[in-house]
């Protein structure tokens, strides 16, 4: 075994779901107490940031606490928990948290969620008015890849700040409920890719920052920056506190590591970071990441 010497360390503090979205990837379950979260928290700190995550936190209003201790200012949510509670906003920005990124899954989101997304865009403004920064989350399969303009055009409507494409990856819920026949293929992914990017040229960042999850893999039509963190630079711990590459491969089994009596991040001998391609989107959507050729 050997110690994790990357910077990130996402904590997935809860399994806990109000909402149990069609296509959440979600597999692990287990909960973080408080008592180990004050534990754990000031030893990570020590060599890491730690960010806080899935599956709804907010629902755990102990949990708050920990933002400020970890410095994220962003909650990452479904949005049913802030739905006409202004209480719950202002406990958020009292505690630090003054970005929420919301799932807001254009074209689908009605199909996969509870939230509705008129109740969304209402929400949102709600969100605005009350000073937070809003990231809209947005997964994408063959149901609303071709969506792409249009759910830009509605974040900028809605005066969001940040938007994140995400792939929908055959993982968790996913694998039983949404199906594999939406995944997205190679030339599809390659056309998400090059849309993002002719809108990231028509947008100024500072109007709207358009951000894309790893989980597409390498552009393959021309060079981009991709990097994959897997392992290298980022691993996720689970509330039975082990550890696993990255967030969307955190069923049993896929274990890369654990924490140990001292606190410390221990990764098995061999586990490498992959950096040129992503992992996941070969293990379970069956795509090969393109290159340049
Ligand atoms: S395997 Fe790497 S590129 Fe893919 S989603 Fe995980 S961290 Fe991102």
Do not use: W
Not at 67 to 79: D, F, K, L, V
Not at 100 to 125: F, N, V, W
Not at 145 to 164: F, H, N, S, T
Not at 253 to 282: A, H, P, Q, W
């Amino acid at each position: 075994m050997k110690e994790y010497k990357g910077r990130y360390v996402s904590l997935m503090l809860c399994s806990d779901c109000n909402n149990h979205c069609e296509h959440c990837y979600i597999s692990y379950t287990g909960s973080f107490t408080e008592e180990r979260l004050k534990e754990l928290i000031p030893i990570l700190k020590k060599k890491y940031k730690v960010l806080l995550n899935g599956t709804e936190p907010i629902i755990h209003k102990e949990y708050l606490k920990f933002y400020p201790m970890c410095e994220n200012h962003i909650m990452m949510t479904n949005g049913i928990a802030l739905q006409n509670n202004e209480l719950l906003m202002d406990e958020l920005l009292e505690n630090g948290v003054d970005e929420i990124a919301i799932s807001y899954h254009i074209g689908i989101q009605d199909k996969i969620s509870r939230i509705t997304t008129k109740e969304l865009d209402e929400l949102i403004q709600e969100l605005k008015g009350k000073g937070f920064k809003v990231k809209l989350m947005c997964s994408l399969s063959q149901d609303n890849y071709q969506q792409i303009g249009e759910v830009i055009q509605k974040a900028l409507e809605l005066k969001a700040d940040r938007i994140r494409f995400t792939n929908f990856i055959n993982q968790g819920s996913a694998t039983h409920q949404y199906g594999k026949d939406v995944l997205l293929d190679s030339k599809q992914i390659a056309e998400v890719l090059q849309e993002i990017k002719h809108q990231r040229s028509q947008i100024p960042k500072d109007t709207l920052y358009i951000e894309r999850c790893g989980s597409f893999g390498r552009n393959p039509l021309e060079e981009d920056h991709f990097t994959c963190l897997a392992a290298s630079n980022m691993v996720a711990i689970t509330p039975d506190e082990k550890v696993y590459a990255c967030i969307f491969d955190t069923s049993p089994g896929n274990e890369i590591g654990y924490i140990d009596n001292e606190g410390r991040i221990m990764l098995e001998d061999g586990v490498e970071g992959t950096k040129d391609f992503c992992k996941i989107l070969t293990k379970y959507n069956g795509v090969q990441n393109g290159k340049k050729t």
